[in-house]
């Protein structure tokens, strides 16, 4: 069981705090249910989950600042061809899968590849948003775990993701 102040991750919406938790009648059912305030990028959203089903959910505990710092790093590398999924409809799942997993090892590692396909051409309309979403996930996480602003964690992530280099610039430094 969480307390109230808890830094927590729901894997559809990203990382935030516990609030408060909540007693709620639903029908002839009385639970108790987590009230997590999710702000910055998804606009100060507040999500309900129930305590007793909380691990069901897949809610958890927001990551350490060493293993943030480790994983984030792994934005600087430039996945393999066969790591980036070209086909769109193996990617649409991939992506889906991934970042509803609320893991943030495969969300930086989706982050990470939809990046490395923005600079070989544009994003499309379905890659941008997943791109996004991911962005939002790890900033959430990343803000609480580093004590900063969702906004800071943004741009820190995207400065890594900047260091990635296509090949044939690489080979030219």
Sequence with gaps: M????????????????????????????????????????????????????????????????????????????????????????KRKLIMTEWLKSGDFGQVVVAVRMLHCLSLRRPLGMTDKRFYDDGMDMLATEYALAVDVDVDDAKQQIREKLDQMAPEEDAETA
């Design 2 to 89: 969480y307390a109230t102040g808890s830094k927590v991750v729901h894997p559809c919406y990203g990382a935030g705090i516990i609030d408060r938790i909540k007693r709620s009648s639903i029908g002839s059912s009385d639970s108790k249910y987590y009230v997590i305030a999710i702000d910055g990028a998804t606009g100060g959203l507040e999500v309900m989950v129930p305590v007793e089903q909380a691990a069901d959910f897949g809610l958890r505990r927001v990551m350490g600042r060493s293993r943030i710092y480790k994983l984030i790093a792994g934005c600087t590398e430039l996945p393999a061809d066969d790591e980036v999924v070209s086909d769109y409809k």
